[in-house]
């Protein structure tokens, strides 16, 4: 086992390069690194972000050329590697954003991407850079130059979470802090957008499992998946996770969770002893709230926590 010790601060984002083997991380100390393993031992090279507020998430590129980081400062840092200097540099794509950058996600061409923001919006824009993109790989891009906005998205009223593409990139999802998730296909000048409404608590991030099936995680503590039909209709389908409550708790639990619920009924409600609201059975593998998804080297598996 490896602990990869740098930051000063909180850790607030990480992804890993599966096919160079990197390890990048951001926090809310400003920083990022890239980490190398060289030996026995994880090496950390600083990444110059540039930032005067916290970075808050990160993602590698598809072609894992370039990574995108988002930030406190209302910036999105495009990182990428400077052979001739062997450091890491960054383009900053500014006064775009009116609020902190919650999450990235780029789409498999490689030089579009996401970002959601708690100013409520999704935004998508071009990182082609000369030099690190190849120029084949920018068909169908409009020539866009780097930080140019492609499209923003106003259909959320509320902060804005958990942004990704479908694998073939012609969908994007994203969620709002009002318990809504957001498809939007076509992407350009003309989309099509959809949004499904649930009585549950807000989500925090989504995946794709295919073109036509995403789960979304959240303060629900249940993975919740949505699918669309023939139609390209999306809707809820079903939760994910639920663990067997024992029929027979022990006798010390059942004393705490009925003198936990009765606190906590007396003091959201102002109710007196003979009125309480009984405690809700979460019923649910994960107690607290799931803040992020991703995939594995595996098919078909993918992680959330």
Not at 294 to 302: G, K, N, R
Request: charge should be neutral.
């Amino acid at each position: 086992m490896h602990v990869l010790q740098k930051h000063d601060q909180i850790v607030s984002g990480i992804d890993w390069s599966a096919k160079s083997n990197q390890i990048v991380t951001v926090s809310h100390d400003r920083n990022s690194y890239v980490w190398n393993h060289e030996g026995a031992e994880w090496v950390p090279m600083l990444v110059i972000l540039r930032l005067n507020r916290a970075a808050l998430c990160v993602q590698w590129s598809p072609n894992e050329n370039k990574f995108a980081v988002g930030s406190g400062a209302k910036t999105v840092c495009i990182c990428y590697y400077e052979q001739e200097n062997n450091w890491w540099v960054s383009k900053l794509i500014r006064k775009k954003h009116d609020s902190s950058v919650t999450s990235v996600a780029w789409h498999p061409n490689n030089i579009f991407l996401a970002t959601t923001s708690t100013d409520g919006k999704c935004r998508v824009f071009s990182t082609f850079i000369k030099g690190v993109d190849k120029r084949e790989s920018k068909a169908g891009t409009s020539d866009s130059k780097f930080g140019e906005q492609i499209i923003q998205l106003d259909l959320s009223f509320s902060w804005a979470f958990g942004v990704k593409w479908s694998p073939s990139g012609n969908t994007l999802a994203y969620v709002g802090h009002n318990s809504m998730i957001y498809f939007v296909d076509d992407v350009g000048p003309s989309p099509l957008a959809q949004n499904v409404a649930f009585r549950n608590l807000p989500l925090r991030d989504v995946i794709f499992v295919s073109e036509k099936m995403v789960v979304g995680v959240g303060f629900d503590c249940n993975p919740m998946i949505f699918a669309a039909d023939e139609t390209g209709i999306w809707s809820f389908i079903r939760f994910l996770g639920e663990r067997k409550i024992s029929s027979s708790p022990s006798k010390h639990g059942s004393q705490f969770s009925e003198a936990f619920g009765k606190l906590y009924g007396q003091s959201k409600y102002g109710l007196s002893n003979d009125t309480v609201e009984p405690s809700r059975a979460d019923g649910v593998i994960h107690e607290n709230c799931i803040k992020y998804l991703s995939t594995t080297l595996l098919p078909s598996i993918y992680c959330y926590y």
